[in-house]
């Protein structure tokens, strides 16, 4: 994985999207951060380097199609898809009233027998991505690879490693895993969906 450019961290911060404290996530994961996941891709400034920097992770696997299963995700799989060679297509799935996620039959021929490429802002169950990949896979996609933002949740989903670009600054660990619990920090935070 590439070292996170500064300049990202540096907007993450400034735009007061970035909260430090003891957080413990749907995933039973635990961290020192919380990113404001409704406005993380809202600026395009940052959106576009995050973009970038997801893509040069994935710039020699030949990717045909960046998949989101999110209104958040599909606007970060925008940028991804834009900074790959050859630029990628992007596809996404649809809400129902039901809660499930759809994709569009029109959008088919993009995920059958492609390269895929998963991107959400971020994973805080991981249960999203991992149903979403399966309806992918399902559809005759083949998974090339997971990414985020920041992923609070497993550490891989089916046979692919979650990569989450702020992981490097801002890890997610197991409760007994975690360096903050160990210091005897009883203060902790639950971020929920």
């Known amino acids: 994985m590439s070292?996170?450019?500064?300049?990202?961290?540096?907007?993450?911060?400034?735009?007061?999207?970035?909260?430090?404290?003891?957080?413990a996530y749907p995933s039973g994961r635990?961290?020192?951060?919380?990113?404001?996941?409704?406005?993380?891709?809202?600026?395009?400034?940052?959106?576009?380097?995050?973009?970038?920097?997801?893509a040069k992770m994935y710039f020699t696997a030949k990717i045909?199609?960046?998949?989101?299963?999110?209104?958040?995700?599909?606007g970060l799989a925008q940028w991804v898809a834009y900074f790959l060679e050859p630029r990628a297509r992007v596809v996404y799935a649809t809400p129902q009233p039901d809660g499930s996620r759809e994709i569009a039959a029109r959008l088919h021929p993009l995920i059958s027998g492609r390269r895929l490429l998963l991107i959400d802002n971020v994973t805080l169950s991981g249960n999203t991505i991992e149903q979403f990949a399966s309806s992918l896979t399902d559809l005759?996609?083949?998974?090339?690879?997971?990414?985020?933002?920041?992923a609070g949740s497993n550490q891989t989903i089916g046979r692919h490693d979650?990569?989450?670009?702020?992981?490097?600054?801002?890890?997610?660990?197991?409760?007994?895993?975690?360096?903050?619990?160990?210091?005897?920090?009883?203060?902790?935070?639950?971020?929920?969906?």
């Open 30 to 54: 635990h961290s020192a951060a919380h990113l404001d996941y409704d406005r993380l891709v809202t600026n395009p400034a940052a959106a576009s380097r995050m973009g970038y920097a997801l």
């Open 3 to 23: 070292t996170l450019d500064s300049a990202i961290l540096d907007c993450v911060k400034e735009d007061g999207l970035l909260s430090e404290g003891h957080f």
């Open 140 to 150: 005759g996609g083949e998974i090339i690879g997971i990414a985020c933002l920041w």
């Open 64 to 74: 045909d199609t960046v998949a989101a299963p999110s209104v958040w995700g599909a």
């Open 162 to 193: 979650v990569v989450g670009l702020l992981n490097s600054h801002y890890p997610s660990w197991d409760q007994d895993e975690c360096p903050i619990c160990a210091a005897g920090v009883k203060d902790l935070e639950q971020v929920t969906l």
